[in-house]
């Protein structure tokens, strides 16, 4: 099979042409490999280019050098990686073809080969296997481009061995499984239950890795469901999830919101019931800082439904928090969201927040202790939102004896 398509072609930079020239000119063959093949089969541009080679590391240092060729990111050469910079514009990251020798479950140690075949062969799906020379010559030895066409997602050989390699590739094949299939049910029953009898081997996997993986999975094709399709399967608490996941909250989430771009985590959170458990999720994924407090917030502001000035409280807790305005607001835009109040959403989203009247300039002079004043300055701004942010400076300092006494403890003298 030959590919001669516009995508194909676009890849051929005038990088792309001096990389080509120089393993030509030294007899080594170069392949565009893995997901950039699966893409252009598919129609699609793909955003980064892999390639494999016989030559060995060495061997292409030694030419690109010989070239005045650049090489960067000198990390990947323990893997067999070598990262050309070409016209300081372009990289391109080349891996020597490898087998694997041994494999524990989450890394393994190679060895190179000048066998194309062997190399596919420890890929993880037939639609990754497959490589493509730049005469556009398609090497396919696993039938790969026929589960393409059926949009079929299928492990090289056995699927037990395949995910026994790398326990990841659980996660993977539920990825690229909302990639290329058209249907959200159309799984092979026989994966399916290699996967959820192997399920246990991702505990030995490390938080940053699943998340990464998971956070793909959910906000790519069909990915809800496919979530709750994990979760049936019992993956669930090898992700940082409760025991019984809540999949009635889940999919409750996924009707009330169909048509609506929402952030991975709030996924997540809809299938913990507490603070706690929200704790446990984030101590094996090790989200971000924003993600992170994205799903403490959701877990404690979620279903508050207040129909009198309904963005009174979302408004307060923008005016109050100790994080980044825009965080908050993002936040409350998404626990809106999620409870299905769109237009309020929209609402928080455009909100322009007023400024207090008052500054700690002239508050200074009211408030005897700066230890005193974050409570005076949140009980003022709490004041003035209730009352439609009308009071202005005169009447919001009348207020802080009052706050003083009923809200600050008086500050202990020193003893001299």
Same mark, same amino acid.
């Given at each position: 099979?030959?590919?001669?398509?516009?995508?194909?072609?676009?890849?051929?930079?005038?990088?792309?042409?001096?990389?080509?020239?120089?393993?030509?000119?030294?007899?080594?063959?170069?392949?565009?490999?893995?997901?950039?093949?699966?893409?252009?089969?598919?129609?699609?541009?793909?955003?980064?280019?892999?390639?494999?080679?016989?030559?060995?590391?060495?061997?292409?240092?030694?030419?690109?050098?010989?070239?005045?060729?650049?090489?960067?990111?000198?990390?990947?050469?323990?893997?067999?990686?070598?990262?050309?910079?070409?016209?300081?514009?372009?990289?391109?990251?080349?891996?020597?073809?490898?087998?694997?020798?041994?494999?524990?479950?989450?890394?393994?140690?190679?060895?190179?080969?000048?066998?194309?075949?062997?190399?596919?062969?420890?890929?993880?799906?037939?639609?990754?296997?497959?490589?493509?020379?730049?005469?556009?010559?398609?090497?396919?030895?696993?039938?790969?481009?026929?589960?393409?066409?059926?949009?079929?997602?299928?492990?090289?050989?056995?699927?037990?061995?395949?995910?026994?390699?790398?326990?990841?590739?659980?996660?993977?094949?539920?990825?690229?499984?909302?990639?290329?299939?058209?249907? /959200?049910?159309? =799984?092979? +029953?026989?994966? $399916? !239950?290699?996967? #959820?009898?192997?399920?246990?081997?991702?505990? @030995?996997?490390?938080?940053?890795?699943?998340?990464?993986?998971?956070?793909?999975?959910?906000?790519?094709?069909?990915?809800?469901?496919?979530?709750?399709?994990?979760?049936?399967?019992?993956?669930?608490?090898?992700?940082?999830?409760?025991?019984?996941?809540?999949?009635?909250?889940?999919?409750?989430?996924?009707?009330?919101?169909?048509?609506?771009?929402?952030? /991975?985590?709030? =996924?997540? +959170?809809?299938? $913990? !019931?507490?603070? #706690?458990?929200?704790?446990?999720?984030?101590? @094996?994924?090790?989200?971000?800082?924003?993600?992170?407090?994205?799903?403490?917030?959701?877990?404690?502001?979620?279903?508050?439904?207040?129909?009198?000035?309904?963005?009174?409280?979302?408004?307060?807790?923008?005016?109050?928090?100790?994080?980044?305005?825009?965080?908050?607001?993002?936040?409350?835009?998404?626990?809106?969201?999620?409870?299905?109040?769109?237009?309020?959403?929209?609402?928080?989203?455009?909100?322009?927040?007023?400024?207090?009247?008052?500054?700690?300039?002239?508050?200074?002079?009211?408030?005897?202790?700066?230890?005193?004043?974050?409570?005076?300055?949140?009980?003022?701004?709490?004041?003035?939102?209730?009352?439609?942010?009308?009071?202005?400076?005169?009447?919001?300092?009348?207020?802080?004896?009052?706050?003083?006494?009923?809200?600050?403890?008086?500050?202990?003298?020193?003893?001299?």
């Amino acid at each position: 099979m030959k590919l001669d398509s516009k995508e194909f072609k676009a890849v051929f930079t005038p990088e792309l042409e001096t990389l080509a020239n120089i393993f030509r000119k030294n007899n080594y063959e170069i392949r565009i490999a893995g997901g950039a093949v699966r893409d252009l089969l598919m129609g699609k541009q793909p955003k980064d280019l892999d390639f494999a080679t016989v030559a060995t590391p060495d061997e292409m240092k030694e030419m690109l050098n010989n070239e005045g060729i650049r090489m960067i990111n000198p990390k990947g050469e323990a893997h067999g990686t070598i990262t050309a910079r070409i016209n300081d514009s372009q990289n391109f990251e080349i891996t020597t073809l490898r087998i694997d020798i041994e494999t524990d479950g989450r890394h393994a140690k190679v060895q190179f080969t000048k066998d194309w075949r062997l190399d596919a062969n420890r890929r993880d799906l037939t639609i990754n296997s497959m490589f493509l020379d730049l005469d556009g010559t398609v090497y396919d030895y696993f039938h790969g481009y026929d589960d393409l066409v059926k949009r079929r997602v299928v492990f090289v050989g056995h699927a037990e061995d395949r995910i026994r390699e790398d326990y990841l590739r659980i996660l993977r094949f539920f990825r690229f499984f909302g990639r290329i299939s058209t249907d /959200p049910n159309n =799984y092979d +029953s026989e994966t $399916i !239950n290699v996967i #959820k009898a192997n399920a246990s081997g991702l505990d @030995r996997i490390a938080g940053e890795r699943i998340w990464s993986e998971l956070r793909l999975i959910l906000s790519g094709n069909h990915g809800p469901l496919i979530f709750d399709k994990m979760l049936s399967i019992g993956l669930g608490p090898h992700l940082g999830l409760p025991e019984e996941p809540n999949r009635k909250e889940l999919l409750s989430l996924i009707e009330r919101t169909r048509g609506t771009v929402l952030n /991975p985590v709030t =996924y997540l +959170s809809a299938c $913990i !019931n507490d603070l #706690k458990e929200a704790l446990t999720l984030n101590a @094996r994924l090790k989200m971000s800082t924003f993600e992170r407090e994205l799903a403490y917030f959701i877990v404690e502001h979620r279903a508050e439904n207040c129909d009198i000035k309904p963005l009174l409280r979302f408004q307060k807790l923008m005016l109050n928090t100790k994080f980044k305005v825009s965080d908050v607001r993002q936040w409350c835009v998404e626990v809106l969201l999620y409870d299905g109040r769109s237009e309020l959403a929209e609402e928080i989203k455009q909100w322009e927040m007023p400024r207090l009247p008052v500054t700690g300039s002239d508050l200074k002079f009211h408030v005897p202790n700066a230890r005193q004043m974050s409570v005076v300055v949140s009980e003022l701004k709490n004041y003035w939102a209730d009352n439609d942010y009308k009071p202005e400076a005169e009447e919001l300092l009348a207020l802080v004896p009052k706050i003083l006494e009923e809200n600050v403890q008086p500050v202990p003298k020193k003893k001299k």
